[in-house]
């Protein structure tokens, strides 16, 4: 957070030669800030901005050199990478070591009282060691987006080639669907023909018998009400005349066999065929693993006859 803070600081500052030397503001002077030096080092060390002159003995303390750097647009990226980092349990002290066993940075003192028999590293030295390791992976993990990036675009492909292949399927089903209806259609209209034939023909003898037992009525009938009329109001000599053609023509009556001519029905029926057993469509198959998803339909149009044909069989009438 310290890091971040400090470089919102110097990010918000005047821009180089606008700044004024944090050191030589803070002493009085007559003239004002026209007669201030401009600042254009920044001593990370001390948070300042200085000009030339008090930036020198910055360079040079006893204690060691500090860290001045000149005022410019990359000091905010320096100043994070410089600002130094102090040990979580000494907030004093500056975290030098990486130990490799705790997975942490540590400082001097650390490495003495809790970590001696632990793996270490001066913190630039793992660093560099993990900068390689980290390049690596990311090269690694980067080599697989560029893999999964073109996997992605090959189910997107493989995906509307597989939509279209549907489309496909249903327009055949759909096709297959209407020619089996119009075949179907056909049979039912050539069943009903048939029935309606055996209808006619039916009326025909129908008609037949029936002019033969019209006829056969009225010559018996006519028999009768003359030989009604003759014994009932007939002289003798009258029935003596008519007694032998009467006779004769009663013999023809009795002997022509009218009940000889009797109407038969034919027997029809019909049997339906169990359609629900009949698969006249097609089968769509799906083809699994490492194969294409591909409906198609299999043997459309040699199932369909071969069913139509049996239910052809079961649809015929039987006549007796």
Request: proline letters at 7%; charged letters at 20%; glycine letters at 14%.
């Given at each position: 957070m310290q890091h971040l803070v400090d470089a919102m600081n110097v990010s918000y500052r005047k821009p180089a030669g606008q700044v004024l030397c944090d050191v030589c503001s803070g002493l009085e002077?007559?003239?004002?800030?026209?007669?201030?030096?401009?600042a254009t080092m920044y001593c990370i060390d001390c948070g300042?901005?200085?000009c030339e002159n008090c930036s020198r003995p910055h360079r040079k303390w006893k204690g060691g050199a500090h860290q001045v750097r000149p005022?410019?647009?990359?000091?905010?990226?320096?100043?994070?990478?410089l600002r130094p980092s102090f040990c979580e349990k000494h907030k004093d002290k500056p975290v030098e070591l990486y130990c490799h066993d705790c997975n942490e940075n540590i400082c001097v003192l650390c490495s003495i009282t809790k970590h001696e028999q632990h793996r270490t590293a001066e913190i630039p030295e793992a660093a560099e060691s993990f900068k390689r390791q980290i390049d690596s992976e990311d090269q690694q993990v980067w080599a697989r987006v560029d893999i999964v990036r073109r996997m992605k675009g090959e189910k997107e492909r493989k995906r509307k080639e597989f939509l279209s292949e549907l489309d496909n399927v249903k327009r055949e089903i759909q096709a297959t669907g209407n020619k089996a209806n119009e075949l179907l259609k056909k049979q039912v209209a050539l069943q009903l023909s048939e029935v309606d034939a055996k209808k006619s023909e039916d009326q025909k003898?129908?008609?037949t018998v029936e002019d033969h037992y019209q006829l056969a009525l009225v010559t018996m009938e006519s028999f009768h009400a003359y030989s009604r009329e003759l014994l009932d109001k007939g002289r003798p000599s009258d029935v003596t005349q008519a007694a032998s053609e009467l006779h004769k023509r009663a013999t023809e009556l009795l002997d022509s066999d009218v009940t000889s001519v009797q109407y038969h029905t034919p027997h029809v029926t019909f049997t339906p065929a169990d359609v629900n057993q009949w698969n006249l469509i097609g089968k769509v198959s799906v083809a699994t693993g490492n194969q294409s998803g591909t409906y198609v339909i299999c043997c459309v149009y040699a199932q369909l006859y071969c069913a139509l044909y049996i239910v052809s069989q079961y649809l015929s009438l039987r006549i007796i």
């Open positions: 002077q007559s003239g004002g800030d026209s007669d201030m030096p401009p300042q901005a200085l005022l410019g647009a990359g000091l905010e990226q320096e100043l994070i990478q003898n129908a008609d």
